[in-house]
């Protein structure tokens, strides 16, 4: 082989990984999820945990995820088989593997409902039904979207096609190329949207809300009555939301490792997806909420919040129309690649120890996870009844709930215990590859120590134990 070729393939392997990657980590999440949770949460002070929790927890487990994968090179439930058997750790570690493949599942039920929405809007914005909404009309158009059954299991199915499809076929590279163009264009759309939110929303009011710090919100929640309660739940969601925007804790990052060449750095790698993802969500929350306050909104609206505040922009500003329909286009998209990795596990594990063809194994899959979806979809509807909740949480909230503040910290927690305790030290040490071995023990402490107890620290508090 010629050097020439040979730097093309590594250039492209490198390029496969980093695409995935981002791909999977930017979507829902930092979009719709991230603007929502810190409405509800009260803003600066939960976006203070959650950025620790990026740095102290997320980005030290994204790099144990990947290098698991990179080294195991198959789904996640045999690598993690694999590599315990090699350290001579018991073979329980699969259950990590297993864990992931349920989340996965949880997860898509709810999220493919969540894109369906934003399929939906792309309709409303071809059709003009954004100009000139103002608060009350904008929450009445998502309101009518809602309340639908028909509407919302429609678009869930259509969103759960196109995931399935992608799967089956293979063609995730053709998907991910595409969004190499898109993705740039959906920042410069929040660019633009960030400088509408300066000019004609509330920016100062919005920017205080996002980043003063006033620490007693960590440790209460208001309802819409005004009413607190302290509690400890931010620091647990704000700890989930980590997890969920990078995309870990559940083995699809560490499916992804395996696409990644040996030389390429995983800790670049990781800093660059994190950086990456981080910027999405704050520059979501800095266009949304100017537009939030200016509109006489609540901040604490729900899951609806995106959906409400937005449009009321693309109704009001010159080629609204045009954008409107243009950031729901992308919003798609980049939930698209998102949710592809959401199945990959399940899909992996499939081929290899069931023996089914790719096609068939995805549209198991998609099938499962779109008859879960249903459920989601009945919950802003048919099953919003108090008949059909739980501790106050209607279905698709307690998939949330379970999924993302619960099963995704304790896979996370133990990729980092596998990584940091059971595997030894030469493992990491050789797929880091890290220059400066400052740092890399710098890594392995936090993996080993910080991380965990951070973890662990979370959970205790959330159930009142500290
Ligand atoms: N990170 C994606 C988002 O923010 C969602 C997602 C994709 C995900 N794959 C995941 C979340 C795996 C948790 C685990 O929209």
């Known amino acids: 082989m010629s050097e020439k070729t040979l730097v093309h393939n590594q250039w492209s392997s490198r390029m496969a990984f980093m695409l ?13 999820k991230f603007p929502y949770i ?3 949460y009260g803003g600066g002070a939960f976006v203070l945990v959650y950025l620790v929790c990026i740095l102290m927890i997320g980005m030290p487990v994204m790099m144990a995820e990947i290098l698991l994968g990179r080294r195991g090179r198959r789904s996640p439930i045999n690598t993690m088989r694999e590599l315990a058997a090699t350290a001579g750790a018991s073979r329980l570690w699969g259950v990590v593997g297993w864990g992931g493949v349920v989340t996965g599942f949880l997860i898509l039920s709810f999220y493919s409902v969540v894109a369906g929405w934003a399929l939906a809007y792309v309709i409303e914005g071809v059709a003009g039904a954004f100009k000139g909404l103002d608060g009350e009309s904008a929450g009445a158009l998502f309101g009518e979207l809602t309340a639908s059954p028909g509407r919302l299991v429609f678009w869930h199915s259509v969103f759960m096609l196109m995931t399935t499809v992608v799967v089956a076929n293979g063609v995730r590279s053709g998907l991910e190329r595409l969004v190499t163009w898109l993705m740039p264009l959906l920042f410069v759309l929040l660019a633009v949207l960030v400088g509408y939110a300066m000019a004609a929303g509330d920016f100062s009011h919005g920017v205080h809300f ?8 960590v440790f209460t929640v208001c309802d819409e009555a005004g009413q607190c309660r302290f509690t400890a739940e931010p620091s647990l969601v704000a700890m989930g939301h980590a997890f969920f925007t990078l995309s870990l804790g559940m083995g699809a990052i560490m499916v992804y490792g395996s696409y990644m060449p040996h030389d390429a750095s995983i800790a670049g790698s990781t800093v660059m997806i994190a950086v990456a993802d981080t910027l999405v969500a704050l520059m979501a929350g800095l266009a949304i909420f100017p537009l939030v306050f200016a509109n006489g909104l609540e901040p604490a609206a729900g899951p609806g919040l995106v959906f409400v505040s937005l449009p009321i922009a693309f109704g009001a500003m010159p080629g609204g129309q045009l954008f409107g329909t243009l950031f729901f286009v992308l919003l798609v998209f980049a939930a698209w690649s998102s949710s592809i990795s959401l199945v990959e596990p399940a899909v992996a594990w499939l081929t290899e120890n069931r023996d089914l063809p790719r096609a068939r194994a995805a549209w198991l899959v998609g099938g499962l996870a779109w008859l879960l979806g249903i459920g989601s979809a009945l919950s802003f509807n048919l099953w919003s009844g108090e008949k059909y909740q739980l501790f106050g949480k209607t279905l698709f909230d307690i998939k949330d709930f379970l999924a993302t503040n619960i099963m995704l910290p304790l896979g996370g927690l133990a990729i980092a215990l596998f990584t940091g305790w059971a595997v030894g030290r030469r493992l990491p040490e050789g797929e880091l590859a890290m220059r400066s071995p400052v740092l890399f023990g710098a890594w392995r402490f936090t993996v080993r120590y910080i991380s965990p107890a951070g973890i662990v620290l979370i959970f205790l508090n959330a159930i009142g134990l500290v």
Not at 20 to 25: E, R, V
Not at 211 to 217: A, G, K, L, Q, T
């Open 20 to 32: 995935a990657a981002i791909g999977s980590a930017v979507g829902l999440g930092n979009i719709w």
């Open 210 to 217: 996002l980043f003063d710090i006033d620490f007693s919100r």
């Open 38 to 40: 810190t409405g509800e």
